[in-house]
């Protein structure tokens, strides 16, 4: 009894928050990459925080070829190349959105806006606790992720492996776990903008195609007009931000790809060495990057089907036999004709979230690259057999 209770109350307080953006807006303060503003301490420190992870990311990158693979212990030297392949992608990832940031805030802006326009709308009011809940536990276990390799990795900095200066063994050592989570931050405070936005836009076509089901069963030809721009220009701002979207997301496949093939190589390399619990660990960040990487899938196959639901909806309506022609309304005929029959022929273009322009992001997609990562894991695997028979 007291579990429904507990969620119905969390629900209750999530529902009171009006802008399901509001967590990525906090996250965003201190690590992203839309919110600057120099007078304050949090911007200050954020910047501090990029350039010193910047310096140490480069530095560390190129200590690895001075690296003698011998001399290190296997697991230690696949950490550091961890850090180039992770790590670096990580700090593309941020740079690549803060390039964009201007186009992204405009279409941040736009979405805040329509839910404080009408912000008791039954399916925003619905959707919010969702999506908070969602995006909050999205946020936490890559929080967990980034501490956790941090702690892994905390004794395979390149710096520290490829210096004999004492001191700066000393400082690069006690650098690299902050800045490993900084990296991971800095992920996924990005990740977390774009799930937190086609979220709200998946829930924005939601209520756009019931709106235009509403208004075309009551025949309201203001009310039509008006859906007819709201979709134009929701359209719009989908496209845009799909548009800034497409090197991110290759580069988010890419680190999918890593962690979780890292992830397997790893927990077998634990399990053979008597890895003990840091292979519990090890197997749950695999489990939680594949998991992330279908929601990323599912997540843009489903605003995709909202957005075509626009056009669905305004085809099954039959608007043909209830719009009847008359002579004294002849103007308002033509021009709802016209733009009824604009809004299904938009939506039957799919928006169509890609990677690099090679590949759509979808669910398939997403299972695509889990064979791509077992095909590697078994490359990986076969290699480091051959090294140590």
Same mark, same amino acid.
């Given at each position: ?10 629900? *209750?307080?999530?529902?009171? $928050? ?35 992870? $910047? ?6 990158? @190129? ?11 296997? &697991? ?12 670096? /992608?990580?700090?593309? !990832?941020? *740079? =690549? ?6 186009? %992204?805030? #405009? ?7 329509? !839910?404080?326009? &009408? ?11 969702w999506i908070l809940v969602f995006v909050v536990l999205y946020w936490a276990q890559n929080v967990g992720q980034a501490v956790y390799w941090a702690l892994t990795l905390k004794h395979t900095s390149p710096i520290q492996q490829a210096t ?16 490993? =989570? ?5 992920? &996924?405070?990005? !990740?977390? +903008? ?26 309201? =030809? ?24 497409? =090197?991110? @997301? +290759? ?57 075509? &639901? ?20 002849? %103007? ?5 004709? #016209? ?35 077992? /095909?590697? $894991? ?12």
């Amino acid at each position: 009894m007291s579990e429904p209770f507990v969620s119905r109350w969390i629900f *209750l307080k999530l529902s009171r $928050f009006n802008d399901p953006l509001i967590f990525f807006r906090t996250v965003d303060r201190y690590v992203g990459f839309l919110h600057w503003n120099l007078r304050t301490g949090s911007t200050r420190v954020k910047l501090l925080a990029i350039v010193v992870t $910047f310096l140490y990311l480069v530095i560390a990158i @190129l200590s690895i070829p001075m690296i003698d693979p011998g001399a290190v212990p296997i &697991d230690f030297y696949f950490g550091m190349w961890f850090l180039f392949g992770a790590g670096g /992608s990580c700090f593309t !990832q941020w *740079l =690549v959105l803060a390039q964009e940031r201007r186009k %992204l805030r #405009k279409v941040v802006r736009y979405l805040t806006e329509l !839910q404080r326009r &009408d912000s008791h709308h039954p399916a925003r009011v619905r959707s919010r606790p969702w999506i908070l809940v969602f995006v909050v536990l999205y946020w936490a276990q890559n929080v967990g992720q980034a501490v956790y390799w941090a702690l892994t990795l905390k004794h395979t900095s390149p710096i520290q492996q490829a210096t004999d200066i004492a001191v700066v063994k000393v400082m690069a050592s006690w650098l690299y776990p902050p800045i490993i =989570v900084m990296l991971g931050q800095m992920s &996924d405070v990005t !990740q977390v +903008m774009t799930f937190n936005t086609l979220l709200v836009f998946t829930v924005e076509f939601e209520i756009m195609a019931k709106d235009f089901r509403q208004a075309i069963d009551c025949w309201d =030809v203001r009310e039509l007009r008006e859906c007819v721009g709201r979709h134009r220009k929701l359209l719009e701002m989908a496209m845009v931000f799909r548009d800034k979207l497409k =090197v991110y @997301l +290759m580069l988010t496949l890419e680190i999918y790809f890593f962690l979780i093939t890292y992830a397997c190589f790893v927990m077998v390399i634990q399990l053979t060495g008597n890895g003990g619990g840091r292979s519990f660990f090890t197997i749950l960040t695999g489990v939680v990057s594949v998991v992330c990487l279908i929601l990323f899938g599912w997540v843009c196959d489903r605003l995709e089907l909202q957005a075509s &639901d626009v056009g669905r909806q305004v085809y099954n309506s039959d608007w043909t036999s209830n719009f009847i022609y008359r002579n004294d309304r002849a %103007l308002d005929y033509r021009l709802t004709r #016209k733009n009824l029959l604009i809004v299904m022929m938009r939506a039957q273009n799919r928006i169509r979230f890609s990677c690099g322009s090679v590949l759509d992001m979808s669910m398939e997609t997403s299972y695509q690259l889990l064979k791509l990562c077992y /095909s590697a $894991f078994t490359i990986l695997l076969s290699m480091i057999q051959n090294w140590t028979s």
